[in-house]
């Protein structure tokens, strides 16, 4: 904290959450730039100077823990679903290797929950047995309407060895 300052908040109101409890994650400080390039300084920053990161997070023990992004919050019928918590079930599911969740259109909705999973080696994996430990799992709103399971040969990775996340949307729906 000795170059900049940072907090956690509540997104809607911008009040400080006590430590351990999720909010958005915003700095400010020397380094940080003035403004965004074709932005205001209104829409960048905070009335106290803190930098909107988008980032989901919480404080504990004077540390920052990261939980994902408020942009990839799944808006689904009126409920907020984490990606990041979806997948973390998928992932614990002995034959699943890597999932990737991401919202995609839905005419009633607004969005459904859709998961792209890599099985492990030698794994033969079926849409109904990764949505039934999904239920045991999740509430019923965070349950993937749709899983495609694809082998590691044809699951997109970045050199970095994670999910090329955005090759894999577009994959399954252009669009979006």
Request: proline letters at 7%; a negative charge; glycine letters at 8%.
């Amino acid at each position: 904290r000795d170059y900049f300052d940072y907090k956690i908040v509540d997104p809607e109101t911008g009040v400080e959450v006590p430590a351990g409890h999720e909010g958005e994650f915003r700095v400010r400080g020397m380094s940080l730039m003035s403004r965004m390039y074709k932005r205001e300084r209104e829409e960048t920053f905070d009335h106290d100077g803190y930098y909107r990161t988008g980032d989901k997070g919480y404080l504990e023990d004077g540390r920052v823990y990261f939980t994902g992004r408020y942009s990839e919050i799944i808006k689904s019928a009126g409920a907020n679903v984490s990606p990041l918590e979806v997948e973390a079930v998928l992932e614990a599911f002995p034959d699943v290797h890597t999932a990737v969740v991401f919202g995609a259109p839905h005419p009633d909705r607004g969005q459904e929950v859709v998961a792209v999973v890599c099985a492990r080696d030698n794994a033969t994996l079926g849409e109904p047995e990764i949505i039934n430990w999904c239920r045991k799992e999740l509430s019923g709103y965070k349950i993937p309407a749709r899983v495609y399971i694809l082998a590691a040969d044809d699951f997109p990775m970045l050199p970095s060895g994670k999910p090329d996340r955005r090759t894999i949307r577009a994959r399954h729906y252009p669009s979006t």
